[in-house]
């Protein structure tokens, strides 16, 4: 690895939205659905290649969790990042079908290696790092739409605080082409099990399926954000490739299906942006595939950066959150009024309101976010917070040198949720927390309650 020359910091990018995301990638094993016809086979985790850095690493280290988490962090301090904000992200396959015992001490090994030392349990690990050095703000499991409404219980156990759903196109005549084994009616109910119990929401999307064309894609695309059975806090927009391996590279040879090019993913791209709502972020455009491994489809992995520039130049107003986070704005040198307000966007959810709480300035910067879901569960209104994030480069715990995070908007967007949860009638608020988080709502006046899912609570009556 080339190290950086002393007080600079290598790829400020990583960090640039005010955590550090480490990602932990899964051993191998098969889908229990068999497999999608656009899934690589190639003896790695499913879905990857073998060259994938992230699989290289792992597989070094026998993905064993806490070598791994270990591995990780001290590459980041090698690189001279802040290690303080970690989210985890557990890649490479559907995680909740690992056997369970699997599960439980590969999470707890990720704990203990964000403490370094082994706990006894997962719980004492978690109650570790609720004051380590290197604190879990967020954890994230990938899994299908499938295989998710049973495990919500389990989710929290493990502190995780984000799923991300394989959807690819909500189409069930699509699903069945390509074999995903889950139907629509899947994506909904993952849904709706994972906004009430607060989850944020990622969707993976997978444009250029076969069975589809760019004019359908938009269509679907365009109801994500209509229907409120779906609206998805985050995207993942992975257009088709075909990889070796794959049923799709036969049909590739035998000429029976064709991956959209660069120019008609670009124009598709740019429409798609054109309607992404201000509460939806992009994570990531283009999945990390070595182009060796790309057969036929778009090889660029930089596409995102390209797509950024045409959107800037053609003054489309793009509302999506990564474009106006206030870390790009300043990596760009762009010029930063100081001045904030905060907004307030209302939608409607699975008959529930979720009010999306932004610190913005006037040119739409975002320094912060809060989303607040209202609705009735067992007759009760309930206020629960689904994320609270502040932007900008990550600061060490205590830190006040920046301009966004560690300057009182966290405090701020949380006052408001109350006052908008007692104003709708609800005794308590609840917050999906990460473990490493939940010190800092304490001091908000949050407690623990272990009982029903580890929520930091606050109970309006007890004020
Ligand atoms: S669900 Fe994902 S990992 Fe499993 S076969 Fe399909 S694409 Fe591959």
Redesign the pocket.
């Known amino acids: 690895m080339k190290l950086p020359k002393k007080g600079e910091i290598r790829k400020p990018t990583k960090t640039i939205s005010g955590v550090t995301p480490v990602a932990v990638m899964l051993p191998p094993r098969p889908?229990s659905?068999g497999?999608?016809v656009?899934?690589p086979n190639l003896n790695v985790p499913?879905?990857y290649t073998p060259k994938s850095p992230v699989v290289m690493r792992a597989s070094a280290l026998g993905y064993d969790s806490f070598k791994q988490v270990k591995a990780r962090l001290k590459a980041f301090e090698l690189m001279n990042h802040p290690t303080d904000k970690i989210e985890i992200i557990i890649m490479g396959?559907?995680f909740l079908e690992y056997p369970k015992k699997f599960q439980y001490d590969f999470v707890k090994g990720i704990y203990d290696g964000l403490n370094g030392k082994k706990a006894k349990t997962l719980q004492e690990a978690k109650r570790i790092n609720e004051t380590s050095k290197h604190r879990c703000v967020a954890l994230c499991i990938e899994t299908?739409p499938d295989v998710c409404v049973e495990y919500i219980q389990r989710l929290r156990e493990f502190g995780c605080t984000r799923v991300e759903l394989?959807v690819q196109i909500i189409d069930n005549r699509i699903y069945k082409l390509v074999n995903?084994g889950h139907s629509v009616q899947d994506v909904v109910e993952a849904t709706r099990a994972l906004r009430n119990a607060g989850f944020k929401i990622g969707y993976h999307i997978m444009p250029g399926l076969p069975g589809s064309n760019p004019k359908k894609d938009l269509e679907l695309f365009k109801k994500l954000f209509s229907d409120e059975r779906f609206k998805p806090d985050q995207l993942k927009i992975y257009p088709c490739q075909v990889m070796p391996g794959s049923v799709l590279e036969e049909w590739y040879w035998e000429g029976k299906y064709k991956p959209y090019d660069e120019k008609q993913t670009l124009e598709l791209l740019i429409k798609m942006f054109k309607i992404i709502p201000r509460y939806c972020r992009v994570m990531r455009v283009m999945r990390e595939i070595p182009p060796e491994y790309i057969i036929a489809g778009l090889k660029r992995i930089d596409l995102r950066q390209e797509l950024d520039k045409e959107l800037r130049n053609s003054k489309i107003k793009v509302k999506e959150i990564r474009f106006r986070e206030v870390g790009f704005a300043l990596r760009d040198k762009r010029k930063i009024k100081k001045k904030t307000k905060l907004k307030i966007t209302k939608y409607k959810a699975f008959g529930g309101d979720e009010y999306f709480l932004e610190i913005v300035n006037d040119d739409d910067i975002l320094f912060g976010l809060l989303r607040l879901r209202i609705f009735r569960d067992k007759n009760k209104k309930t206020a629960m917070i689904r994320e609270l994030h502040v932007y900008g480069p990550e600061l060490k715990i205590g830190e006040h040198s920046g301009v966004s995070q560690h300057h009182g908007y966290g405090k701020k967007l949380v006052k408001k949720a109350e006052e908008i949860a007692l104003k709708n009638k609800c005794e308590k608020i609840k917050i999906i927390s990460g473990i490493g988080v939940r010190k800092y709502y304490e001091k908000l006046g949050y407690y623990l309650d272990e009982i029903g899912g580890e929520y930091m609570v606050k109970d309006f009556n007890k004020i």
């Open positions: 889908c659905h497999a999608c656009y899934c499913q879905s396959g559907t299908r394989g995903r």
